[in-house]
């Protein structure tokens, strides 16, 4: 299977464990109510409905010249420390994906790139507590070496034959290099408004 967009490698969520107790907005006691299909958390005083969404996040396969790709350790006090990853994180409520991409990357390798294209949208349900919607970009580095920061302990650029023994924290990842590396990667153009000065600025 060359493209695959679904990667289901646990249990459903236990959606207890996202419940809160009060209203975010205005403090009073929530109360659950069925609304359409779904059991939801809704405000008695002000309306508010607690919705429950996978959280949007970015990876970015950065190749060197020589076609290697850049992967990163995690830390070990966050999910799935030690396993390796493409760089990558959720994207913030005032960014675009894009931002995010920009921003993830330069966290946690230091490097600047220059955006290509976007290769896959994956939906990734990696435990019980951790449902994202990923966004893969595919870019070009631009200059210096890399240095990991942020919640990476080690960055490296692997070839094709290193890539079969890492021991990555989500098999999309995994997927996602083994699709570069055998050239099976298709391409969105990223829009060029964006792709090197990213987002309005805030005020
Ligand atoms: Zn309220």
Redesign the pocket.
């Known amino acids: 299977m060359n493209h695959q967009q679904v990667f289901i490698n646990s249990t459903p969520a236990d959606l207890r464990k996202r419940q809160i107790h009060h209203?975010?907005?205005?403090?009073?006691r929530?109360s659950e109510q069925r609304l359409k299909k779904h059991q939801r958390q809704i405000?008695?005083?002000?309306?508010?409905t607690h919705y429950l969404n996978p959280s949007p996040g970015v990876t970015v396969i950065v190749p060197s010249k020589e076609r290697q790709v850049l992967i990163a350790k995690r830390a070990e006090e966050i999910d799935f420390g030690g396993k390796w990853c493409l760089p990558g994180g959720y994207v913030e409520y005032e960014e675009s994906f894009i931002d995010a991409a920009f921003r993830e990357v330069g966290e946690e390798t230091g490097l600047a790139i220059r955006l290509a294209g976007i290769v896959n949208v994956v939906s990734n349900l990696c435990n019980g507590d951790h449902h994202t919607l990923v966004v893969v970009l595919l870019a070009e580095a631009v200059g210096a070496q890399p240095v990991a920061g942020d919640d990476c302990t080690e960055v490296k650029w692997i070839d094709q034959g290193q890539h079969q023994d890492i021991d990555y924290a989500f098999e999309a990842d995994r997927r996602i290099i083994d699709g570069y590396f055998n050239g099976h990667l298709q391409m969105i153009p990223i829009d060029e408004r964006f792709r090197i000065k990213p987002f309005p600025a805030k005020n």
């Open positions: 209203c975010p907005r205005c403090g009073a929530l405000c008695p005083a002000c309306r508010y």
